[in-house]
């Protein structure tokens, strides 16, 4: 499944009631071409074409829990996921778009995202760190007590470790770290 697509729609606007009902069990069942489909239509019926803009509006307001659980429930499916490429996928897209802070903010969403910092695949752990470093500003409480943990696994990793692969990802990885905590 692509999950790009899903930061296009405008929340703003919510979904509406039989939809995202019908999106919710999809998401649950983790019926990924069904959950595809309906978010293509969804966004060829309301015309979204724009990007992901959360705006403060009251709308925003009452729909943001329910987009709250939408986002949570896509994160631990893909967390989840045996599947890498769709792991690289979700990452990739929360990397590369901070419009679903507010809610990966959230402490079970961040649960589902310190999972993933110990991924087994290297792309999926070093986009975890990006998104877990860009977080940091959002729930410095909660984030930056993980990421001291990671940060102390990295470098016993990198001391320990006698597999040369390993030590280079650990030290790719602390790199990564390092550059997102400070841009941040």
Known sequence: MDFS????????QGLDPVPEACFMERIMERNAAEADRMIVLYKQRNDLGRDFLPSASVAWMERSSEWQQIV????I???????VSVRQ?????LHGNGGFDEFLAQADSLSAIFVALNDEDFDVREFAISVAGRLSEKNPAYVLPALRRHLIQLLMH?????????R????KLLGCLIRNLMLH
């Open 77 to 83: 499916a893909a967390v989840a996921d045996a599947d």
């Open 89 to 93: 996928s979700v990452f990739l897209s």
């Open 158 to 166: 990198l001391e320990q470790n006698a597999d040369n692969k390993c």
């Open 5 to 12: 697509r899903i930061r296009r729609i405008r929340v703003s």
């Open 72 to 75: 949570e429930k896509l994160l």
């Open 168 to 171: 280079e990802e650990s030290d």
